[in-house]
């Protein structure tokens, strides 16, 4: 996959003023200095009062085809796209204090806490752009399907893509087609003792989990000028110490029930394909910075079926009761 970013055709960023560009631009560099400081972190600080964890329920059963039935509602977080208050989130050293000594029993993206399917109607497209090298691109034809079809989706981007992207990220934050959503600071698998997945390593400590998940946030939520409630992490991959982590800072994991590209590994065929049986209650990933991919053609060729099926697509924020 190439990693030239490809110019917009639609309402992308050359429609943004060059007043706001000099905000965005601002904001490229809050990000940078975000994920900069996201790097060699050490867990440190005094301990802080903390609330009472959420009670995890029983696993479920994602995976690149639809989730089982043996399902748990999730409760924290932002379900219904609210937040909780920054003032009123823990910080680090109350984390690290509360999480410092806790050893993962669960591994993998089929884990307590992380949702992958909800009890809607509805379903949900969610697409990735995941930055880094080979990473930064955007897949306008992707984006104007979407857009000219009029079907929602939510986007999760790490932060590297935004620092790469700032007038871009802006211009889907105001595209009140599409909700932001956390992909994590520098795109790492979110795990308390750096288990890896597809040869990255994860976060190496309960420290690192938490720069991880709140190294984007601010950004996304200042681009956005809403709560980021929703979570993914590089690979999918998560142990269950971290996911109770992120639930507590208000961000609900989310994985899913369809794997609708296969990291962008997929021709437009096989994308079609797995669309084919999507219904209602199914969270779909994909990816949107990958041009030179098979998901857009993929895409092009299945939503319209889809549609004429009669599933009505939301974004993660309006379904509600996400299960795991």
């Not at 956005?224 to 994991?253: E, M």
């Not at 997929?266 to 990933?285: C, H, K, M, T, Y």
Request: charged letters at 20%; a neutral charge.
């Amino acid at each position: 996959m190439g990693d030239s970013i490809v110019g917009g055709t639609g309402t992308g960023a050359r429609h943004i003023a060059a007043g706001r560009r000099t905000v965005l631009l601002a904001a490229a560099g809050l990000a940078a200095t975000a994920l900069g400081a996201c790097a060699g972190t050490t867990e440190s600080g005094p301990a802080e009062s903390l609330p009472a964890a959420p009670t995890p329920g029983e696993p479920g059963s994602p995976g690149t085809a639809h989730a089982g039935p043996n399902t748990t509602a999730l409760t924290g977080g932002a379900p219904n796209g609210t937040a909780r208050r920054a003032s009123s989130l823990p910080s680090r050293a109350a984390i690290i204090a509360r999480f410092g000594d806790r050893q993962p029993t669960e591994w993998g993206m089929e884990v307590r806490g992380v949702a992958t399917r909800s009890k809607s109607r509805k379903a949900v497209l969610t697409f990735d752009a995941c930055g880094g090298p080979g990473g930064a691109a955007c897949d306008e034809r992707l984006l104007d399907t979407l857009r000219g079809l009029r079907v929602p989706a939510t986007l999760f981007l790490n932060g590297r893509w935004v620092a790469a992207n700032p007038e871009r990220a802006a211009a889907l934050a105001a595209d009140p087609l599409f909700e932001l959503a956390n992909h994590g600071a520098v795109h790492r698998p979110l795990s308390v003792d750096g288990r890896e997945a597809y040869g990255i390593p994860g976060t190496a400590n309960v420290g690192e989990v938490y720069d991880e998940l709140t190294g984007a946030k601010a950004v996304l939520e200042k681009l956005s000028g809403k709560p980021c409630g929703f979570f993914r992490s590089g690979t999918a991959h998560y142990d269950d110490v971290a996911a109770a982590i992120a639930r507590l800072l208000g961000q609900v994991p989310v994985n899913f029930s369809v794997n609708g590209d296969g990291g962008a590994t997929f021709s437009a065929g096989q994308v079609a394909a797995e669309l084919a049986g999507v219904r209602g209650g199914d969270i779909v990933i994909s990816h949107f910075n990958h041009p030179g991919s098979g998901t857009a053609a993929g895409y092009a060729a299945a939503l319209p079926r889809l549609l004429d099926r009669g599933v009505v697509f939301a974004r993660l924020g309006e379904v509600g009761g996400l299960l795991r």
